[in-house]
């Protein structure tokens, strides 16, 4: 079964720290893999996809790796801020015979306090 | 980039009435639309998906007549949810699918029905 599994299942730290959320997928056969950020009551908002090939992608203070041989990913958040606090999901995409079907993890509720 | 338009952001009405919500993509023409319920502190669950001039694919266990779905241009899909009772209340997001391959979200919609 195709699943997407996320640690840990919430956070909270202090602003200014850094905090690093874990993916861990059975999806297969893989075709890539995206790291949302959905505040309360707001549509999810990409942070960064990547594909096969790639370790590594990087969107300001946000820091995605992949490693597909053991099909885990990270995002890390570095100097966080107040604003980071949200759900933190991993999508991660099947390749099928009609196109990608997305399958969600169940998220990371990330909370920054002062 | 692109961006996608979702209105109302939320709603309520009486059980037995109508609901319709709308999906537009503002810069770009969306081949295919997803429609998504989510529940507090769950993951998106896909309920159909849409492509443009043809009739939405809908997972298991999602009732065609009760969520109608029509996906008439490339610019906009609508979800309508018929007759509706109290526990359709929910979080609706619609997702469109450019024609790169990338997937945006829509802000949602907050669906109470009293």
């Known amino acids: 079964k195709n699943q997407v599994e996320q640690s840990p299942q919430s956070l909270i730290i202090l602003e200014g720290k850094n905090c690093t959320l874990q993916?861990?997928?059975?999806?297969?056969?893989?075709?890539?893999l995206r790291w949302y950020k959905q505040d309360t009551g707001r549509g999810p908002v990409s942070l960064t996809i990547m594909t096969f090939s790639e370790n590594t992608k990087s969107n300001g203070r946000y820091t995605a790796t992949l490693d597909a041989d053991t099909k885990q990913s990270s995002l890390h958040i570095t100097a966080s801020q107040l604003s980071d606090s949200a759900s933190y999901i991993c999508?991660?995409?099947?390749?099928?015979?009609?196109?990608?079907?997305?399958?969600f993890g169940t998220g990371t509720q990330l909370k920054v306090e002062l | 980039g692109a961006v996608v338009s979702q209105h109302p952001s939320r709603v309520i009405c009486k059980s037995g009435t109508s609901v319709k919500i709308e999906c537009r993509s503002l810069d770009f023409q969306a081949t295919t639309m997803f429609w998504y319920r989510q529940f507090p502190k769950q993951s998106l669950m896909l309920m159909a998906t849409s492509n443009e001039g043809s009739k939405a694919t809908y997972e298991q266990g999602v009732e065609k007549d009760k969520f109608l779905i029509n996906h008439a241009s490339l610019t906009l899909s609508t979800l309508t949810v018929t007759s509706a009772h109290p526990e359709d209340s929910s979080f609706y997001i619609c997702?469109?699918?450019?024609?790169?391959?990338?997937?945006?979200f829509g802000s949602g919609t907050r669906l109470t029905v009293v």
């Open positions: 999508v991660v995409s099947l390749q099928t015979g009609g196109g990608n079907k997305l399958t």
């Open positions: 997702s469109a699918k450019d024609r790169v391959g990338g997937y945006t």
């Open positions: 993916c861990n997928y059975t999806v297969s056969p893989f075709s890539n």
